[in-house]
């Protein structure tokens, strides 16, 4: 019996330890992200939702220019005019709009509500493609895409008849939130595989945070920060640099490690993980027809975005929405 040489076998065994890291670290990540939609409610009543993103975009372009700084030095690469006005476009999408959208979003809405409405993020990318003749759509994804958009219906008969129209309203904005973070999705694809995720992710960030800054001034000036108790500031911390900074970063990497194909479809745990937490910690209550349409729902994004895609156009990788 032939023995694999010491080598090969110490280069399998951290090859499965890299991967065993990954595996645990995006399962860490689902919990993170499933919890922020309710850590971020309970920022959101605290500081306003303009207040909110007040703070965000000072802590997150800090963050951005710590991450340059440690990939780059002092020494950040240059880019032409017109990827600088690319960026322009793509921060603004990604940042203001999305961003902003998703925030007001939350708000108004339920934890679990926002956590399903923006895992419908994929169905508008592949729209989107379509539209710009990039993709052609098979049957299956079509099939997929009506599923989604039933389950989504079903899941807000409820609000709708029960005339709770602000809640409503809010998971009509999250839908347009999503999007435009698909139109993000889409823009940024080229980008990156000019300049890589971490450039293009900072650059979008640093200006993209400077309108969101200029608009929420008034609401940031009205909260008494000083006045905020430690759970707070905690949410802030959670919500902003763990979930939103540094989850995406490990998120990078857990991609890098497992593959996008193998680490996507984790992220359709994040609505029942974002349920389960709204139960426990808001008390959130869920209907059958609430729970069916949310199953319909996933059911189709998960149709719509693995199906055999058309062999003329393949579909890019997926970003997930996350907030």
Known sequence: MTRSPPAIDSIAAAVQREQRAALLLSFALILVWGANFSVQKVVFDALTPGGFLFARYLIMPACAVALLWQRYGMRWPRLPREEWWALLRLGLLGHLLHVGLVTFGIYWSTAFSSSLILACGPIFTLLLLRHARLEVLTRAQIAGVGVAAVGVLVFLSDKLLGGRWQASSGDLVLLVAAAFFSAYTVQAKPLIERHGGVLVMTYATLLGSVPVVLLSIPAGLEVDWSAQPPIIWAGLAWSIV??????????????????????????????????????????????????????????????????????????????????
């Open 242 to 323: 763990l979930s939103a900074f540094i989850g995406w970063i490990v998120w990078g990497w857990v991609n890098a490690v497992r593959g996008v194909a193998r680490t996507a479809p984790l992220v359709y745990l994040m609505p029942p993980v974002a349920g389960i937490v709204a139960w426990f910690a808001t008390g959130e209550t869920y209907t059958g027809i609430k729970l069916g349409g949310a199953a319909l729902t996933l059911a189709g994004v998960a149709v719509a975005q693995f199906a055999r895609s058309s062999p003329r156009a393949p579909l890019p990788e997926g970003v997930t929405v996350v907030d």
